[in-house]
Nanobody, 128 residues
Framework: QVQLVESGGGLVQPGASLRLSCAAS????????MGWFRQAPGKEREFVAT????????YDAGSVKGRFTISRDNAKNTVYLQMNSLKPEDTAVYYC?????????????????????WGQGTQVTVSS
C-alpha cells in the first residue's frame, strides 16, 4: 500500500511563499511520476504541476506558471511544491498524487484519472 502525506500548508498573506512537501511510504518512489492538484471551495479539483521520475521533466498549469515550482528528492522519497507570490485565488486544499502503474509512470500527466494514489491534502489559505 502506498501512503502519501502532505505537509507545509497554512495561512499566509498575499505575496508570501510556502513550500509544500509530500512524503511517500515506499522506496519505489523514484519509479513514479508525481503531481500536485488543488481543490478550492465549491470548485472541482484541478491540476497544478507534475514531475517525471527523475525530475527531468516538469509541467505547470498556466495559472501558476512562474510562481510555483515542483521538484523532488528521490533519496528522501519526497516531492515538493514551492509556491511564491501567493494570491487569494490560490486558496485551496492541495493534494499530491502518484502515478505508479508501470504502463504510465514513465511520463508526466496532467490528468487526474491517471494518478493511482493520493494524499489526504493540506490546506493553503491566502488572505490578508
Amino acid at each position: 500500500q502506498v501512503q502519501l502525506v502532505e505537509s507545509g500548508g497554512g495561512l499566509v498573506q498575499p505575496g508570501a511563499s510556502l513550500r509544500l512537501s509530500c512524503a511517500a511510504s515506499r522506496r519505489t518512489f523514484s519509479d513514479w511520476a508525481m503531481g500536485w492538484f488543488r481543490q478550492a471551495p465549491g470548485k472541482e479539483r484541478e491540476f497544478v504541476a507534475t514531475i517525471s521520475r527523475i525530475g527531468s521533466t516538469t509541467y505547470d498549469a498556466g495559472s501558476v506558471k512562474g510562481r510555483f515550482t515542483i521538484s523532488r528528492d528521490n533519496a528522501k522519497n519526497t516531492v515538493y511544491l514551492q509556491m511564491n507570490s501567493l494570491k487569494p485565488e490560490d486558496t485551496a486544499v492541495y493534494y499530491c498524487a502518484a502515478v505508479t502503474d508501470i504502463s504510465r509512470n514513465w511520463r508526466v500527466s496532467t490528468q487526474e484519472h491517471e494518478y493511482d494514489y493520493w494524499g489526504q491534502g493540506t490546506q493553503v489559505t491566502v488572505s490578508s
